[in-house]
Protein backbone atom coordinates (compact mmCIF):
# COMPACT_ATOMS: atom_id res chain seq x y z
CA UNK A 1 0.00 0.00 0.00
CA UNK A 2 1.21 3.45 -0.96
CA UNK A 3 -0.25 4.66 2.40
CA UNK A 4 2.66 2.55 3.70
CA UNK A 5 5.11 4.13 1.98
CA UNK A 6 4.79 8.06 3.40
CA UNK A 7 4.80 6.86 7.38
CA UNK A 8 8.61 6.47 6.54
CA UNK A 9 8.99 9.60 5.38
CA UNK A 10 11.18 12.29 7.87
CA UNK A 11 9.93 13.21 10.08
CA UNK A 12 7.68 10.24 10.86
CA UNK A 13 5.53 11.89 13.28
CA UNK A 14 3.88 14.17 11.13
CA UNK A 15 3.74 11.76 7.75
CA UNK A 16 2.15 9.20 10.17
CA UNK A 17 -0.65 11.78 11.15
CA UNK A 18 -1.14 12.71 7.29
CA UNK A 19 -1.49 9.01 6.50
CA UNK A 20 -4.27 9.05 9.64
CA UNK A 21 -5.97 11.67 7.70
CA UNK A 22 -5.89 10.53 4.24
CA UNK A 23 -7.49 7.30 5.24
CA UNK A 24 -10.93 9.26 6.28
CA UNK A 25 -12.72 11.40 3.53
CA UNK A 26 -12.80 14.36 4.30
CA UNK A 27 -14.11 16.60 1.29
CA UNK A 28 -15.98 20.05 2.46
CA UNK A 29 -18.86 19.79 4.15
CA UNK A 30 -18.36 15.55 4.53
CA UNK A 31 -15.98 16.16 7.59
CA UNK A 32 -17.90 13.50 9.83
CA UNK A 33 -15.52 10.97 9.75
CA UNK A 34 -12.36 13.37 9.90
CA UNK A 35 -14.39 15.22 13.05
CA UNK A 36 -14.89 11.94 14.71
CA UNK A 37 -11.26 11.40 14.03
CA UNK A 38 -9.87 14.38 15.67
CA UNK A 39 -12.27 14.02 18.56
CA UNK A 40 -10.58 10.48 19.36
CA UNK A 41 -7.30 11.36 18.62
CA UNK A 42 -7.76 14.00 21.80
CA UNK A 43 -9.25 11.88 23.73
CA UNK A 44 -6.87 8.87 23.09
CA UNK A 45 -4.23 11.44 24.37
CA UNK A 46 -6.41 12.58 27.31
CA UNK A 47 -6.59 15.84 26.51
CA UNK A 48 -9.19 18.15 26.94
CA UNK A 49 -11.33 17.69 23.39
CA UNK A 50 -14.04 20.36 22.89
CA UNK A 51 -16.09 20.48 19.35
CA UNK A 52 -18.09 24.11 18.95
CA UNK A 53 -21.63 24.55 17.48
CA UNK A 54 -20.23 24.59 13.85
CA UNK A 55 -17.79 21.56 14.60
CA UNK A 56 -14.58 23.22 14.90
CA UNK A 57 -12.57 21.17 17.01
CA UNK A 58 -10.13 22.40 19.81
CA UNK A 59 -7.81 19.60 21.44
CA UNK A 60 -5.84 21.82 24.62
CA UNK A 61 -2.59 20.55 25.48
CA UNK A 62 -0.62 22.16 28.71
CA UNK A 63 2.94 23.16 28.89
CA UNK A 64 5.82 20.84 29.38
CA UNK A 65 7.23 20.81 32.52
CA UNK A 66 9.00 23.74 33.02
CA UNK A 67 7.50 26.24 30.44
CA UNK A 68 4.17 27.47 32.30
CA UNK A 69 5.07 30.90 31.59
CA UNK A 70 4.98 30.51 28.02
CA UNK A 71 1.92 32.82 26.28
CA UNK A 72 -0.24 30.14 24.80
CA UNK A 73 -0.17 29.21 20.75
CA UNK A 74 -2.89 28.35 18.88
CA UNK A 75 -1.91 26.09 16.36
CA UNK A 76 -4.01 26.31 13.16
CA UNK A 77 -5.25 24.09 10.29
CA UNK A 78 -8.46 23.42 8.37
CA UNK A 79 -9.69 19.58 8.30
CA UNK A 80 -11.85 20.08 4.96
CA UNK A 81 -9.67 19.37 1.34
CA UNK A 82 -10.76 20.12 -1.96
CA UNK A 83 -12.79 17.55 -4.21
CA UNK A 84 -11.09 17.37 -7.50
CA UNK A 85 -9.84 14.36 -9.66
CA UNK A 86 -9.20 13.61 -13.71
CA UNK A 87 -12.03 11.81 -15.45
CA UNK A 88 -10.46 8.63 -16.06
CA UNK A 89 -10.19 7.89 -12.56
CA UNK A 90 -12.84 6.29 -10.37
CA UNK A 91 -12.68 8.32 -6.68
CA UNK A 92 -15.58 8.90 -4.33
CA UNK A 93 -14.31 11.46 -2.30
CA UNK A 94 -17.09 10.89 0.02
CA UNK A 95 -16.29 7.03 0.71
CA UNK A 96 -12.87 6.35 -0.84
CA UNK A 97 -8.99 7.15 1.00
CA UNK A 98 -6.79 9.38 -1.12
CA UNK A 99 -4.09 7.30 -2.35
CA UNK A 100 -0.54 8.59 -1.76
CA UNK A 101 2.16 8.41 -4.17
CA UNK A 102 6.00 9.11 -3.65
CA UNK A 103 6.77 10.85 -6.71
CA UNK A 104 10.64 11.85 -6.47
CA UNK A 105 11.13 14.37 -3.58
CA UNK A 106 7.26 15.14 -3.90
CA UNK A 107 3.69 13.27 -2.10
CA UNK A 108 0.82 13.57 -4.78
CA UNK A 109 -2.55 11.18 -5.04
CA UNK A 110 -3.67 9.19 -7.71
CA UNK A 111 -5.34 11.67 -10.74
CA UNK A 112 -6.91 13.63 -7.63
CA UNK A 113 -6.05 15.99 -5.13
CA UNK A 114 -4.04 15.41 -2.60
CA UNK A 115 -5.08 17.38 0.37
CA UNK A 116 -1.64 18.37 1.60
CA UNK A 117 -3.71 21.68 1.61
CA UNK A 118 -4.10 21.48 4.46
CA UNK A 119 -3.52 18.14 6.11
CA UNK A 120 0.26 18.42 6.45
CA UNK A 121 -1.08 21.44 8.70
CA UNK A 122 -3.47 19.32 10.86
CA UNK A 123 -0.99 16.12 10.99
CA UNK A 124 1.81 19.11 12.20
CA UNK A 125 -0.57 20.10 15.23
CA UNK A 126 -1.75 16.14 15.65
CA UNK A 127 1.89 15.49 15.73
CA UNK A 128 2.72 18.18 18.14
CA UNK A 129 -0.04 17.23 20.28
CA UNK A 130 1.16 13.57 20.19
CA UNK A 131 4.85 14.54 21.70
CA UNK A 132 6.19 13.64 24.60
CA UNK A 133 9.79 15.20 23.88
CA UNK A 134 9.49 18.59 22.32
CA UNK A 135 9.19 21.90 24.80
CA UNK A 136 6.47 24.36 24.14
CA UNK A 137 4.05 26.33 26.20
CA UNK A 138 0.43 25.89 26.44
CA UNK A 139 -1.09 25.03 22.92
CA UNK A 140 -4.53 25.27 21.50
CA UNK A 141 -4.45 22.66 18.44
CA UNK A 142 -7.79 24.10 16.49
CA UNK A 143 -9.34 22.76 13.76
CA UNK A 144 -11.56 24.45 11.40
CA UNK A 145 -14.18 23.02 9.18
CA UNK A 146 -15.08 23.96 5.32
CA UNK A 147 -12.76 26.37 4.62
CA UNK A 148 -12.29 25.74 1.55
CA UNK A 149 -16.12 26.81 0.56
CA UNK A 150 -16.24 29.92 1.92
CA UNK A 151 -14.42 29.61 5.40
CA UNK A 152 -17.38 28.79 7.69
CA UNK A 153 -15.76 27.40 10.13
CA UNK A 154 -13.77 30.38 10.86
CA UNK A 155 -17.12 32.60 10.47
CA UNK A 156 -18.24 30.58 13.16
CA UNK A 157 -15.90 30.60 15.75
CA UNK A 158 -17.24 32.01 18.93
CA UNK A 159 -15.63 34.75 20.89
CA UNK A 160 -13.61 33.25 23.81
CA UNK A 161 -13.17 29.56 22.35
CA UNK A 162 -10.07 29.88 22.08
CA UNK A 163 -7.50 31.82 24.52
CA UNK A 164 -3.94 31.92 22.96
CA UNK A 165 -1.97 35.00 22.17
CA UNK A 166 -0.42 33.75 19.36
CA UNK A 167 -2.10 32.33 16.14
CA UNK A 168 0.11 30.12 13.98
CA UNK A 169 -2.11 29.34 10.68
CA UNK A 170 0.07 26.20 8.90
CA UNK A 171 -2.84 27.04 5.46
CA UNK A 172 0.39 28.62 3.40
CA UNK A 173 2.13 27.02 0.25
CA UNK A 174 5.46 28.46 0.37
CA UNK A 175 7.85 26.67 2.53
CA UNK A 176 10.33 29.79 4.00
CA UNK A 177 7.56 31.92 3.44
CA UNK A 178 5.96 33.93 6.38
CA UNK A 179 2.36 35.66 5.87
CA UNK A 180 1.29 38.35 7.82
CA UNK A 181 -0.85 39.70 5.87
CA UNK A 182 -4.39 38.83 3.44
CA UNK A 183 -7.03 40.58 1.55
CA UNK A 184 -10.91 40.46 2.74
CA UNK A 185 -13.45 40.35 0.12
CA UNK A 186 -16.69 41.87 -0.47
CA UNK A 187 -19.13 40.81 -3.83
CA UNK A 188 -20.66 43.62 -5.85
CA UNK A 189 -23.80 42.67 -7.29
CA UNK A 190 -25.75 45.21 -9.58
CA UNK A 191 -29.07 44.98 -11.50
CA UNK A 192 -31.24 46.85 -13.84
CA UNK A 193 -34.80 45.49 -14.86
CA UNK A 194 -36.72 46.99 -17.71
CA UNK A 195 -38.34 45.83 -20.82
CA UNK A 196 -36.80 45.16 -24.23
CA UNK A 197 -37.55 47.19 -27.28
CA UNK A 198 -37.99 46.38 -30.55
CA UNK A 199 -35.16 46.56 -33.25
CA UNK A 200 -34.96 49.84 -35.32
CA UNK A 201 -36.06 49.36 -39.20
CA UNK A 202 -33.35 48.16 -41.55
CA UNK A 203 -31.14 46.67 -38.85
CA UNK A 204 -28.72 43.85 -38.74
CA UNK A 205 -27.60 41.99 -35.77
CA UNK A 206 -23.69 41.24 -35.11
CA UNK A 207 -21.80 39.02 -32.76
CA UNK A 208 -18.85 40.70 -31.42
CA UNK A 209 -16.59 38.16 -29.16
CA UNK A 210 -13.75 38.73 -27.30
CA UNK A 211 -11.41 35.81 -26.50
CA UNK A 212 -8.03 34.63 -26.40
CA UNK A 213 -7.14 36.57 -22.55
CA UNK A 214 -4.85 35.13 -20.18
CA UNK A 215 -7.83 35.52 -17.23
CA UNK A 216 -6.25 33.99 -14.14
CA UNK A 217 -7.21 34.16 -9.99
CA UNK A 218 -8.98 38.03 -9.27
CA UNK A 219 -6.44 38.66 -6.32
CA UNK A 220 -3.03 36.85 -7.22
CA UNK A 221 -3.08 37.72 -10.49
CA UNK A 222 -4.25 40.84 -10.58
CA UNK A 223 -1.61 43.13 -10.38
CA UNK A 224 -0.05 41.38 -13.47
CA UNK A 225 -2.20 43.90 -15.74
CA UNK A 226 -3.83 41.52 -18.08
CA UNK A 227 -6.97 42.33 -19.82
CA UNK A 228 -10.45 42.46 -18.93
CA UNK A 229 -12.29 40.93 -21.18
CA UNK A 230 -15.54 43.16 -20.14
CA UNK A 231 -13.50 46.24 -19.89
CA UNK A 232 -12.31 45.66 -23.35
CA UNK A 233 -15.44 44.73 -24.72
CA UNK A 234 -16.79 47.59 -23.61
CA UNK A 235 -14.30 49.78 -24.97
CA UNK A 236 -15.45 48.74 -28.38
CA UNK A 237 -19.29 48.65 -27.70
CA UNK A 238 -19.11 52.63 -26.81
CA UNK A 239 -17.24 53.53 -29.73
CA UNK A 240 -19.38 51.48 -32.33
CA UNK A 241 -22.92 53.15 -30.42
CA UNK A 242 -21.48 56.51 -30.61
CA UNK A 243 -19.72 56.54 -34.42
CA UNK A 244 -22.40 54.02 -35.95
CA UNK A 245 -25.47 53.79 -34.24
CA UNK A 246 -25.18 50.28 -32.82
CA UNK A 247 -27.97 48.99 -30.83
CA UNK A 248 -26.80 46.47 -27.76
CA UNK A 249 -29.09 43.49 -27.77
CA UNK A 250 -27.25 41.11 -25.32
CA UNK A 251 -23.88 40.50 -23.09
CA UNK A 252 -22.34 37.88 -21.68
CA UNK A 253 -18.97 38.58 -20.22
CA UNK A 254 -17.08 36.28 -17.38
CA UNK A 255 -18.30 33.26 -15.62
CA UNK A 256 -16.68 33.35 -12.42
CA UNK A 257 -16.70 35.86 -9.44
CA UNK A 258 -13.08 35.11 -8.66
CA UNK A 259 -11.25 34.96 -11.94
CA UNK A 260 -10.69 37.74 -14.17
CA UNK A 261 -12.83 37.34 -17.21
CA UNK A 262 -10.99 36.04 -20.19
CA UNK A 263 -14.27 35.59 -22.88
CA UNK A 264 -16.82 38.27 -23.32
CA UNK A 265 -19.13 38.18 -26.31
CA UNK A 266 -22.43 40.90 -27.22
CA UNK A 267 -25.01 41.10 -29.93
CA UNK A 268 -25.38 44.32 -31.52
CA UNK A 269 -27.56 45.25 -34.15
CA UNK A 270 -26.37 48.22 -36.61
CA UNK A 271 -27.64 49.94 -39.67
CA UNK A 272 -27.47 47.22 -42.36
CA UNK A 273 -25.18 50.05 -44.58
CA UNK A 274 -22.82 50.28 -41.42
CA UNK A 275 -21.71 46.56 -41.59
CA UNK A 276 -18.62 47.12 -42.70
CA UNK A 277 -17.87 50.41 -40.63
CA UNK A 278 -18.27 47.89 -37.36
CA UNK A 279 -15.91 45.42 -39.00
CA UNK A 280 -13.48 47.89 -39.62
CA UNK A 281 -13.60 49.55 -36.23
CA UNK A 282 -13.16 45.87 -35.32
CA UNK A 283 -9.78 45.11 -36.54
CA UNK A 284 -8.41 48.45 -35.55
CA UNK A 285 -9.78 47.47 -31.72
CA UNK A 286 -7.84 44.18 -32.44
CA UNK A 287 -4.70 45.65 -33.21
CA UNK A 288 -5.47 48.22 -30.63
CA UNK A 289 -5.76 45.40 -27.99
CA UNK A 290 -3.15 43.54 -29.35
CA UNK A 291 -0.69 46.39 -29.64
CA UNK A 292 -1.55 47.59 -25.63
CA UNK A 293 -1.21 44.08 -24.31
CA UNK A 294 1.63 42.50 -26.08
CA UNK A 295 3.69 42.32 -23.25
CA UNK A 296 1.28 40.68 -21.32
CA UNK A 297 -0.90 38.75 -22.95
CA UNK A 298 -1.48 36.00 -25.46
CA UNK A 299 -2.98 37.02 -29.00
CA UNK A 300 -6.13 38.91 -28.41
CA UNK A 301 -8.89 38.22 -30.98
CA UNK A 302 -11.70 40.60 -31.40
CA UNK A 303 -14.15 39.45 -34.27
CA UNK A 304 -17.22 39.99 -35.83
CA UNK A 305 -19.68 37.40 -37.06
CA UNK A 306 -23.41 38.09 -38.30
CA UNK A 307 -26.12 36.47 -36.90
CA UNK A 308 -29.76 36.20 -36.68
CA UNK A 309 -31.73 39.62 -35.52
CA UNK A 310 -33.03 39.76 -31.64
CA UNK A 311 -36.23 40.08 -31.17
CA UNK A 312 -35.57 42.92 -28.44
CA UNK A 313 -32.99 45.11 -27.64
CA UNK A 314 -32.06 46.92 -24.21
CA UNK A 315 -33.67 50.40 -24.53
CA UNK A 316 -31.54 52.92 -25.91
CA UNK A 317 -31.54 54.43 -22.10
CA UNK A 318 -30.05 51.81 -20.52
CA UNK A 319 -28.01 50.52 -22.89
CA UNK A 320 -26.46 53.73 -22.41
CA UNK A 321 -26.80 53.39 -18.66
CA UNK A 322 -24.68 50.40 -18.71
CA UNK A 323 -21.99 51.32 -21.14
CA UNK A 324 -21.02 54.55 -19.46
CA UNK A 325 -21.09 52.42 -16.02
CA UNK A 326 -18.85 50.00 -16.85
CA UNK A 327 -16.83 52.07 -18.76
CA UNK A 328 -16.28 53.90 -15.50
CA UNK A 329 -16.55 51.54 -13.21
CA UNK A 330 -12.50 51.44 -11.13
CA UNK A 331 -10.64 47.90 -12.09
CA UNK A 332 -7.39 46.32 -11.28
CA UNK A 333 -5.16 47.44 -8.74
CA UNK A 334 -7.07 50.14 -6.28
CA UNK A 335 -3.36 50.51 -4.01
CA UNK A 336 -0.76 48.97 -3.13
CA UNK A 337 0.26 48.41 0.31
CA UNK A 338 2.34 51.31 1.54
CA UNK A 339 4.95 50.03 3.64
CA UNK A 340 5.23 46.77 0.84
CA UNK A 341 4.71 48.73 -2.06
CA UNK A 342 5.28 45.57 -4.21
CA UNK A 343 2.17 44.03 -2.87
CA UNK A 344 -1.68 44.77 -3.72
CA UNK A 345 -3.66 46.00 -0.91
CA UNK A 346 -7.01 47.15 -2.65
CA UNK A 347 -8.26 45.82 -5.94
CA UNK A 348 -11.33 45.13 -7.87
CA UNK A 349 -12.56 42.61 -10.60
CA UNK A 350 -15.31 43.90 -13.32
CA UNK A 351 -16.04 39.88 -13.06
CA UNK A 352 -18.85 38.65 -14.73
CA UNK A 353 -22.17 41.19 -16.71
CA UNK A 354 -24.98 39.34 -18.25
CA UNK A 355 -27.20 41.07 -20.50
CA UNK A 356 -30.50 40.37 -22.11
CA UNK A 357 -33.47 42.01 -23.25
CA UNK A 358 -34.92 42.28 -19.46
CA UNK A 359 -32.27 42.87 -17.64
CA UNK A 360 -28.86 43.28 -16.44
CA UNK A 361 -26.49 41.51 -13.75
CA UNK A 362 -22.85 42.63 -12.86
CA UNK A 363 -21.23 41.08 -10.51
CA UNK A 364 -17.85 42.29 -9.07
CA UNK A 365 -15.29 41.13 -6.48
CA UNK A 366 -13.17 43.88 -4.20
CA UNK A 367 -10.32 42.69 -2.19
CA UNK A 368 -8.28 44.74 0.42
CA UNK A 369 -6.09 44.21 3.19
CA UNK A 370 -7.61 47.01 4.63
CA UNK A 371 -11.33 46.99 5.28
CA UNK A 372 -11.54 50.99 5.47
CA UNK A 373 -10.39 51.18 1.99
CA UNK A 374 -12.58 48.10 1.21
CA UNK A 375 -15.53 50.03 2.19
CA UNK A 376 -13.83 52.87 -0.04
CA UNK A 377 -13.88 51.06 -3.09
CA UNK A 378 -17.36 50.05 -2.74
CA UNK A 379 -18.30 53.86 -2.58
CA UNK A 380 -17.22 54.11 -5.35
CA UNK A 381 -18.90 50.82 -7.56
CA UNK A 382 -22.38 52.24 -5.37
CA UNK A 383 -22.01 55.49 -6.91
CA UNK A 384 -21.40 54.74 -10.36
CA UNK A 385 -23.93 52.26 -10.70
CA UNK A 386 -26.68 54.35 -8.86
CA UNK A 387 -26.12 57.48 -11.13
CA UNK A 388 -26.94 55.23 -13.27
CA UNK A 389 -30.25 53.67 -12.22
CA UNK A 390 -28.53 50.30 -11.30
CA UNK A 391 -29.74 48.47 -7.78
CA UNK A 392 -26.39 48.19 -6.11
CA UNK A 393 -26.38 45.19 -3.38
CA UNK A 394 -23.02 44.09 -1.38
CA UNK A 395 -23.27 40.55 0.02
CA UNK A 396 -20.39 37.92 1.29
CA UNK A 397 -17.94 40.45 2.90
CA UNK A 398 -15.50 39.49 4.98
CA UNK A 399 -12.29 40.97 6.72
CA UNK A 400 -8.35 41.64 5.85
CA UNK A 401 -5.91 40.81 7.72
CA UNK A 402 -3.73 44.19 7.99
CA UNK A 403 -0.02 43.15 8.01
CA UNK A 404 1.99 44.64 11.09
CA UNK A 405 5.32 44.32 10.54
CA UNK A 406 6.33 45.21 14.21
CA UNK A 407 4.33 41.57 15.28
CA UNK A 408 6.43 39.74 18.10
CA UNK A 409 5.65 36.49 16.56
CA UNK A 410 6.93 37.26 13.32
CA UNK A 411 10.24 38.46 15.00
CA UNK A 412 10.73 35.66 17.31
CA UNK A 413 9.75 33.26 13.46
CA UNK A 414 12.47 35.29 11.62
CA UNK A 415 15.08 35.21 14.13
CA UNK A 416 14.53 31.16 15.06
CA UNK A 417 14.60 31.05 11.32
CA UNK A 418 18.01 32.62 10.77
CA UNK A 419 18.80 30.70 13.75
CA UNK A 420 17.78 26.91 12.42
CA UNK A 421 18.73 27.33 8.19
CA UNK A 422 21.29 29.73 8.23
CA UNK A 423 19.15 31.82 6.05
CA UNK A 424 15.99 35.30 6.26
CA UNK A 425 12.61 34.34 5.66
CA UNK A 426 10.67 36.08 3.52
CA UNK A 427 7.73 38.19 4.78
CA UNK A 428 4.94 38.07 2.33
CA UNK A 429 1.17 39.22 1.92
CA UNK A 430 -1.27 37.48 -0.02
CA UNK A 431 -3.57 39.37 -1.88
CA UNK A 432 -6.41 36.68 -1.38
CA UNK A 433 -8.92 35.51 1.54
CA UNK A 434 -7.12 33.63 4.41
CA UNK A 435 -8.65 32.15 7.56
CA UNK A 436 -6.01 34.77 9.46
CA UNK A 437 -8.62 37.92 8.34
CA UNK A 438 -12.03 35.98 9.64
CA UNK A 439 -9.91 34.61 12.61
CA UNK A 440 -8.29 38.17 13.47
CA UNK A 441 -11.48 40.25 13.21
CA UNK A 442 -12.80 37.93 15.83
CA UNK A 443 -10.17 37.84 18.25
CA UNK A 444 -8.40 40.77 17.90
CA UNK A 445 -5.53 40.38 19.87
CA UNK A 446 -4.31 37.70 18.03
CA UNK A 447 -0.77 37.91 16.68
CA UNK A 448 -0.56 35.52 13.68
CA UNK A 449 1.82 34.14 11.02
CA UNK A 450 0.87 31.91 8.28
CA UNK A 451 3.57 29.49 6.67
CA UNK A 452 3.67 25.57 5.92
CA UNK A 453 5.81 23.32 3.44
CA UNK A 454 5.67 23.57 -0.10
CA UNK A 455 2.35 22.75 -1.84
CA UNK A 456 2.13 23.08 -5.78
CA UNK A 457 -1.41 23.14 -7.92
CA UNK A 458 -3.95 23.02 -4.69
CA UNK A 459 -7.07 22.06 -5.62
CA UNK A 460 -6.51 20.48 -9.00
CA UNK A 461 -5.45 16.60 -9.69
CA UNK A 462 -2.24 17.36 -9.58
CA UNK A 463 -1.33 18.81 -5.81
CA UNK A 464 1.91 17.88 -4.51
CA UNK A 465 3.60 18.65 -1.20
CA UNK A 466 7.71 18.52 -1.45
CA UNK A 467 8.97 16.06 0.79
CA UNK A 468 12.12 18.16 2.20
CA UNK A 469 10.13 21.31 2.47
CA UNK A 470 8.08 19.14 4.95
CA UNK A 471 10.97 18.56 7.14
CA UNK A 472 12.01 22.04 7.33
CA UNK A 473 8.32 23.38 7.94
CA UNK A 474 8.34 21.19 10.87
CA UNK A 475 11.83 21.89 12.01
CA UNK A 476 10.70 25.16 11.79
CA UNK A 477 7.74 24.58 13.94
CA UNK A 478 9.88 23.03 16.64
CA UNK A 479 12.01 25.98 17.27
CA UNK A 480 9.13 28.45 16.69
CA UNK A 481 7.42 26.62 19.78
CA UNK A 482 11.16 26.60 21.57
CA UNK A 483 11.15 30.54 21.57
CA UNK A 484 7.86 31.63 22.50
CA UNK A 485 8.00 34.11 25.29
CA UNK A 486 6.64 34.12 28.14
CA UNK A 487 3.21 36.38 28.78
CA UNK A 488 4.55 39.69 30.18
ZN1 LIG B 1 -6.11 25.55 2.54
Redesign the pocket.
Known sequence: MATKEIIELQPQALWKNFAKVCSVPHPSHHLKEITGLMVDFGKSLGLDTRVDSVGNVLILKPATAGLEKRKTVVLQA?LDMVPQKNNAVNHDFEKDPITTIIDGEWVRANETTLGA??GIGVAAAMAVLESKTLKHGAIEAFFTVD??TGMFGAFGLQPGFITGEILLNM?SEDEGELYVGCAGGLDANITWQYQGVAVPEDDIALQITISGLKGGHSGLDIALGRGNANKLLFRFLKEAIIRYEARLASVEGGNMRNAIPREATAIITVPADSKEDIEQLVSEYANLFNEEYKEIENPVSLVCREVELPELIIPEEIQDDLINSVTACPNGVFRFIPSMPEVVETSMNLSIVSADAAHIDIKCLLRSSVDSKKEELASMVESVFSLAGAKVAFSGGYSGWNPNLQSPILATMKEAYRQRFGKDATVAVVHAGLECGILGAIEPHLDMVSFGPTIRH?HSPDEKVNIPSVERFWEFLVATLENIPERK
Do not use: A, I, L
Open positions: HDNEEDP
